[in-house]
């Protein structure tokens, strides 16, 4: 049964009455960025990520142990904004200010 009064439920987590927002999964729209913004990140993303290794764009050199796999994995996380935003941006109204 639900708890009338404003205390928590001693059986819930204290955050279970809140929305959960998940940042690999709600789209960047959501959150209040243009959409037009997240498919250019996304778009320079895959630029990024198709060129190849030591090329014209290369913003750490692949050859600095873990340290120069960063860049790639950042260019992935925005091409990951894209595509969430593609196939989840509908499915969720716009976050109110």
């Known amino acids: 049964m639900g708890n009338p009064s404003n ?46 290794t030591a090329g014209i764009i290369e913003l750490l050199p692949d050859n600095l142990p873990i340290v120069g796999n960063l860049d790639e994995a950042a260019a992935f996380f925005l091409v990951w904004a894209g595509l969430v935003e593609i196939f989840q941006g509908d499915k969720q109204p716009p976050e109110k200010p």
């Open 7 to 52: 205390t928590p439920d001693p059986g819930q987590p204290p955050h279970a009455d809140r929305e959960h927002i998940n940042p690999l999964t709600t789209p960047l729209s959501a959150r209040g960025f243009p959409k037009w913004l997240v498919y250019s990140i996304a778009v320079l993303g895959v630029i990024y990520l198709l060129n190849p």
